[in-house]
């Protein structure tokens, strides 16, 4: 294989680049300047991010870093936990960039999540010698976060790594921890993202398919890995990723509540509400899968006799996940991301009309998980799931654009809408 597919660093010779990558002295660190000066708006970058458009205002202290959307948010994985996606293709060149407000970027996109279980995947195609970060980036990122941070972090997937990123990681191998370390996992082809998460719930730049299609294409014909895993052919029985409207026609009682949300939420009901941590777990991939298939199968599912509550959490978020229209609908989307400028005395009622514009199945299943929810952040002191927990761990489940993947600024106001609507579902649900 070329060097170019191997190290894609503009026209320096890979030698040369790796060369550069080498830890600065501290006459020579480049340190983050002093928070001090910065507004408290610009150290919290969590503050402002409720604004009522899916796009941060001109003058949001964090626009320029935002509009390049390097750092995005899309959904959940095949784990169930949340996905955060670095674009290195999207950063602009090093002298366009604040880097020590990149840094605060991710962070407070990472704190909206760092409570449950989450992913990172990094598309390293597109860094080259005029947009990639020093060195120092990624030492101070890793001192930067803290224990919370490294904790429920269960895997960081590089896609397309190259020799210089894999150099990089070596040397700062001596800052990391061994458990760290091997969280680390490598993808040299989209294909092999499936095991991980669903490809078409990821905005994937255009530059970085032509350059796997690229990379595919240097192969001999017999290893070529397919550019798309063959999916199972359509199950007369199929639950997961059915519209809701089919589900009811298949039901024989017409029942508008689906079989996974019945059978989950009653498992839980009885089962979860003092659990702590409830829906911030990850579980067992094979067992998640096995309990799929299984519904896709027509066949019964008891999750008491399984007795595992994770699982059952990660079931319910999927399946709401793998819906082909989220339960919201795209037709509230624009409604509920400007939700915001709803005033306090008039949210409730706003908040009815829309959930009741939803089709019938749609507004049946919303108040049956919501109610739900009700009863288990009634038991927040327990099981330390608040409203706005739910909230952040539901809203990118209940609503997502058409690109499937969103950037923080879509997620706040998704995000106070799911918490607003479980604030006030007795005057919503009537």
């Not at 989450?118 to 030492?139: A, D, Q, R």
């Not at 339960?327 to 991301?337: A, F, G, H, P, S």
């Not at 739910?390 to 209940?398: D, Q, R, T």
């Amino acid at each position: 294989m070329s060097s170019e597919l191997l190290v894609d660093l503009g026209e320096e010779p890979a030698a040369a680049q790796l060369g550069q990558l080498k830890l600065t002295t501290i006459e020579d660190q480049q340190w983050p300047p002093d928070e001090s000066g910065l507004s408290k708006s610009e150290t919290d970058v969590s503050q402002r991010f409720d604004a009522g458009s899916p796009h941060l205002p001109w003058d949001h202290p964090f626009y320029d870093i935002a509009r390049h959307q390097i750092i995005e948010v899309a959904g959940d994985d095949n784990f169930g936990r949340k996905v955060i996606v670095f674009n290195a293709c999207r950063m602009p060149p090093q002298h366009q960039l604040d880097h020590h407000k990149l840094l605060l970027y991710l962070k407070g996109t990472l704190d909206q999540y760092v409570e449950s279980d989450y992913t990172v995947i990094y598309f390293h195609h597109g860094l080259t010698s005029e947009n990639k970060l020093p060195l120092g980036w990624f030492v101070d990122a890793y001192r930067e976060f803290d224990r919370k941070y490294k904790k429920n972090i269960k895997a960081l997937y590089i896609v397309h790594p190259t020799m210089f990123i894999k150099t990089l990681l070596f040397l700062l191998k001596p800052i990391t921890s061994i458990k760290f370390g091997r969280k680390i996992n490598y993808v040299s082809y989209l294909s092999e993202l499936e095991d991980v998460v669903k490809c078409d719930q990821l905005v994937i730049p255009a530059r970085v398919r032509e350059y796997d299609n690229k990379l595919r294409a240097s192969l001999k014909p017999t290893t070529q890995p397919d550019s798309s895993p063959p999916r199972s052919p359509p199950l007369p029985n199929q639950v997961f990723g059915v519209p809701l409207t089919l589900l009811r026609e298949r039901d024989p009682d017409g029942n508008l509540i689906p079989v996974v949300m019945r059978d989950t939420i009653s498992f839980l009901s009885e089962h979860g509400l003092e659990i702590e941590g409830i829906f911030r777990r990850s579980a067992n991939v094979t067992l998640v899968k096995e309990v799929q298939l299984r519904y896709n199968s027509g066949a019964v599912v008891s999750f008491r006799e399984m007795e595992d509550v994770h699982l059952a959490a990660v079931i319910l978020k999927t399946f709401l996940r793998e819906l082909p229209e989220p339960l919201l609908t795209y037709q509230l989307y624009n409604d509920i991301i400007n939700f915001a400028s709803v005033s306090q005395e008039d949210q409730a009622a706003v908040m009815k009309e829309l959930v009741e514009s939803l089709p019938q199945e749609n507004y049946a299943s919303l108040r049956y998980l919501i109610t739900f929810l009700a009863q288990v952040s009634a038991n927040s002191d327990v099981n330390k799931m608040t409203n706005s927990n739910l909230a952040v761990v539901f809203g990118p489940n209940l609503l997502w654009g058409r690109d499937n993947a969103m950037s923080l600024s879509a997620i706040g106001p998704i995000n106070n809408f799911t918490r607003a609507l479980l604030d006030q579902h007795h005057l919503v649900f009537t």
